[in-house]
């Protein structure tokens, strides 16, 4: 007989084992590393690991009873769904947070205060790790934790808030955890106050800090600081000085013996808005790498197999997935496109049959009839549909207009009502809802960064995904030439004019978003009008300086004089010229103007004096001026760059335009390097021109 004390010795060294190798990765953070490429379980399962490797004893140490609730409140968050069920077809399940969260890949690098995080340069050089959970407890068990805070960055949709949800739930109990979404505390609030308001927010309970970390009795609290770019958006960036208080908090407690360490996530792109603390240590969450996508289409699969398998779909392919890489590499964007093709393989049916202008039409286009459909009855779906699209195409043009990638929700509610499109407002007894939280609040690819000042909610708006507002831009722009184009000749501009297109196009460079001109271009072939927009383009110019500026009077993006108003609107019809054909011929677009290179260069100056640099430079290089040979003998023409994708199909029918491309020399404007000509523009002399090309 097998004694007691024996069957039970297997179970004792395996413990024994893991204790003595958890302590070893702890101490030793090569080992730690080490065993973090060889073992990827712990990834599969959503920092997992991070427990283990964080517990200082074998059983781990109990928590007070008044602290149990803020514990289990954290560790629910991992049977939470990755998204609203109100946003999934019916019947679908969708996996947990805990089967759904894969560990990102990231960058960490050690910043002094005037770094600047939001630029590439800051990362080139840092190795791309995938040790997040030794990384995460080789933070919190350093001295340096309680001094200064991790600050962890990524792109919108990137799982910034998510990371900060799994890793609350999976601290071991020897660590207190308070995540505190700044979107829902008070934004004026110190750093103290905010804990406590979190605190009430999720348990329901008051709880002072001083009494919370003396109930803790020796348990390390982890105060989590969810959305800090949010706070930055919504207060119009008074808040830049807020991680600098971060630190005076945790040096105030650690005078006091009561040591707190910090998390703080943030948008990459408004990171440099902050003041970083000196010797800040930063990291930055990289997207999804192909494994990682495989891994999470995985539990995708699994979690609606049979949704799948009763609708007779196809499961989200990986090939499929990688198609789409520009937003498969995201995580929130990947469940977007999966949520999508889990509507009929929606997704497989648009990538066979279409471009990236068609696939962007119908993943937008679904999302917002999904919403509509809601709301109206089915026969008035189609029109409300359109009517939604172009108040989003609004609040792209006030990003865009705003040279930002974000906007306020009193800047989207001033821009709707100049531009006569504000949501009507139904009777009721509550506080009504503004024309952005009515537009915004009920579509998936748009994110709403929310924090509290005093009773007031601050909210602003931004995309998952900058090409979503390019898309809705140059639909916006394709549809208003497309109805003006539409018009009788003889009333083109008598009766419609251009007074919508003149308010959008005057206050930002169109060029300076190479992703909405492709998508131009793409939407010039799909729909066969390219010709119309160009003439319409080239007669919009040519009478700029006969017809008064007609735009909406209390549309006002930005502060510009006529002067800026008319370069910018001068430039982007240029450039909707240039992109709606191969190449427009220059005396086509300045008739009556025999010395073209001077009338050109006048253009160049007033462009150069009154624009953003790196507008009017993005200009010149993807607008060209060329010398070509014609009929008549050499010419000067306007051609897109040749890297701006979706190369036209059809060739110019314009009669002017039909010659023959002997000289594609790029010179005009440009040297051979590149670089912008300082000095007054060279004025090409045709004769010398033909000698030089023999």
Known sequence: MISAQFRILPEFAIARYEDNYRRLAIEVPEFAFWTSMVDHQSTRK??????????????????????????????????????????????????????????????????????????????????????????????????????????????????????????GARLSDDYLPIRVPLREVSANAGIQEQIEQAIVNATGERLSWPALVRAAQGILPVVILDGFDELLQATGLRESDYLTRVVRFQEQQAELGRAVAVVVTSRTAVAHYAKLPQGALVARLEPFDEGQISRWLEVWNRSSATYFAEFELETFALDLALKHRGLSEQPLLLLMLALYDADGNSLRLTEAKFGQADLYERLVVRFVERETEKLYPSHEVRDQVELELQRLAFVAFSMFNRRRQWITGEEVNGDLCALGSASSRGASLATPLSAGEQLFGRFFFVYEARATRDADVLQTYEFLHATFGDFLIARLVTSILSEMASRPRSRLLDDLGDCLLRSLLSWSALALHSPLVSFFRMLAIKRGEASQWLRLALELFRDLDVRADASYPTYRPAIASPAKRYAYYSMNLILLAAASTEYVVASD???????????????????????????????????????????????????????????????????????????VDAKYLLRPSGGLVEEPVERLRPQTDLDSHG
């Open 46 to 167: 959503g920092l997992a690991n991070l427990e283990r490797l964080l517990s200082r004893s074998g059983t781990g140490c109990a928590l007070p009873e008044q602290l149990d609730a803020i514990k289990k409140i954290h560790r629910s968050a991992l049977n939470h769904q990755v998204v609203e069920a109100g946003d999934v077809p019916t019947g679908m399940r969708l996996p947990m947070l805990e089967e759904a969260y894969i560990a990102q890949r990231f960058r960490v690098a050690e910043m002094a205060a005037a770094d600047n995080p939001s630029v590439e340069s800051c990362w080139e050089d840092k190795e791309v790790r995938e040790d997040l959970e030794t990384f995460l407890a080789g933070f919190l068990t350093h001295p340096t934790a309680s001094r200064i805070p991790l600050i962890v960055l990524g792109q919108p949709g990137a799982g910034k808030s998510a990371l900060s949800k799994v890793l």
């Open 589 to 663: 677009l300045l008739p009556g103007h025999e010395d073209v290179p001077t009338e050109w260069e006048r253009y160049f100056f007033l462009w150069k004096s009154q624009c953003a640099v790196d507008e009017f430079e993005s200009h010149i290089r993807m607008v060209q001026i060329r010398r070509r040979k014609t009929g008549n003998g050499w010419g000067y023409a306007l051609q897109l760059d040749s890297k701006i994708s979706a190369e036209p199909q059809s060739t110019n029918n314009h009669s002017a335009c039909e010659v023959q491309i002997l000289d």
